[in-house]
């Protein structure tokens, strides 16, 4: 498992940066704000994505995938849950695979590994088999919001 704090300081805050999605280092021994589950898990309170050290790199992207997925007045009154659909939720998830991409030595593999760890359930037994194999609908999804172009690669824009 790849921890927030396994990164170099910069690296969330300018993978986020083209998003306007500001990432804040709670302290080890704090709370983190707006963690829908908790303990070291990421939290999300409007534009400010909230970790720790101690905070898997899998929830920090996936909450910021909320961010990115969801629409601008659920942005707006975003705090803790990111709500959204079924299709929403999957796009969510492939999307946070090709940011994986560019944390370096991390990669959508890493990204993967560590989703299968939590305890993610895919219809097909692992991340990386519905990745590969069953996230049509997902990616359909994401090049409909504008999130990734038709090739798969992100767009770095927000949904709208």
Request: charged share 20%.
């Amino acid at each position: 498992m790849l921890f927030c704090g396994q990164l170099p300081t910069t690296t969330l805050a300018l993978l986020l940066r083209p998003y306007d999605l500001h990432v804040v280092v709670t302290p080890i021994c704090e709370s983190i704000p707006g963690s829908y589950w908790g303990d070291s898990e990421a939290g999300l309170i409007g534009n400010t994505l909230y970790v720790r050290d101690d905070t898997p790199v899998h929830s920090a992207l996936h909450e910021a995938c909320h961010y990115i997925c969801m629409d601008a007045a659920r942005r707006r009154q975003l705090h803790t849950d990111a709500g959204g659909d079924y299709l929403e939720e999957n796009g969510v998830c492939y999307l946070q695979m090709l940011l994986a991409d560019h944390v370096l030595d991390y990669g959508r593999h890493g990204m993967q590994r560590d989703m299968d760890a939590w305890g993610y359930s895919f219809r097909l037994g692992s991340s990386r088999r519905w990745f590969e194999e069953d996230a049509e609908d997902a990616k359909h999804w994401l090049v409909r919001s504008g999130l990734i172009t038709a090739n798969g690669q992100v767009s770095w824009a927000l949904r709208q």
